[in-house]
T-cell receptor
Framework: NAGVTQTPKFRVLKTGQSMTLLCAQDMNHEYMYWYRQDPGMGLRLIHYSVGEGTTAKGEVPDGYNVSRLKKQNFLLGLESAAPSQTSVYFC??????????FGSGTRLTVV | QQPVQSPQAVILREGEDAVINCSSSKALYSVHWYRQKHGEAPVFLMILLKGGEQKGHEKISASFNEKKQQSSLYLTASQLSYSGTYFCGTEKGPGGGADGLTFGKGTHLIIQP
């Protein structure tokens, strides 16, 4: 039982490049989320999904897009990376009315 | 709106007790608590629901004062393994987590032998 798996774990991008972060969960959870964590800021919600084919904006959605074509996968895309997007990105999933299971994170540096 | 956690940091000796507080200016439906060790993912500790129901899987207790929009996490007889950063996450409505959580900035807990 792998839980929530994020790939890649580390990535360095140049300004303007694009990339996709993959999140996969094997717990059949309905809800999935993408957060970013910056020093002193806590965890901030980027986008979330309440089910296959549905997505919604969170607190800091600008510069990111998401897709949830399959229930177990939630993709986060950066179309044109900026240094302000340097962060640690966490994916999480949850069943209805219970706590989140987080992935191990992706450390992204944009230079 | 981001909940406010206090204290920002606390240093304890092994065996001592700690209380971490989380407060919000808006009405809350539920409060989650997570612990994150350095370089690792946050780990779910407990959820407290409006009406008093608690759900969790660790031997840590918490309270939820709906009138004051506050929650407190109680760590008794602390162990070295309790060290880490504790986050509260708040949910504004009864969506079962659907709208995501708003997290506080965290409380750093250091347990010394």
């Amino acid at each position: 039982n792998a839980g929530v798996t994020q790939t890649p774990k580390f990535r360095v991008l140049k300004t303007g490049q694009s990339m996709t972060l993959l999140c996969a969960q094997d717990m059949n959870h309905e809800y999935m989320y993408w957060y970013r964590q910056d020093p002193g800021m806590g965890l901030r919600l980027i986008h979330y999904s309440v089910g296959e084919g549905t997505t919604a904006k969170g607190e800091v959605p600008d510069g990111y897009n998401v897709s949830r074509l399959k229930k177990q996968n939630f993709l986060l895309g950066l179309e044109s990376a900026a240094p302000s997007q340097t962060s640690v990105y966490f994916c999480a999933s949850s069943p209805i009315g219970y706590g989140y299971t987080f992935g191990s994170g992706t450390r992204l540096t944009v230079v | 709106q981001q909940p406010v956690q206090s204290p920002q940091a606390v240093i304890l000796r092994e065996g001592e007790d700690a209380v971490i507080n989380c407060s919000s200016s808006k009405a809350l439906y539920s409060v989650h608590w997570y612990r994150q060790k350095h370089g690792e993912a946050p780990v779910f500790l407990m959820i407290l629901l409006k009406g008093g129901e608690q759900k969790g899987h660790e031997k840590i207790s918490a309270s939820f004062n709906e009138k004051k929009q506050q929650s407190s996490l109680y760590l008794t007889a602390s162990q070295l393994s309790y060290s880490g950063t504790y986050f509260c996450g708040t949910e504004k409505g009864p969506g079962g987590g659907a709208d995501g959580l708003t997290f506080g900035k965290g409380t750093h807990l250091i347990i010394q032998p």
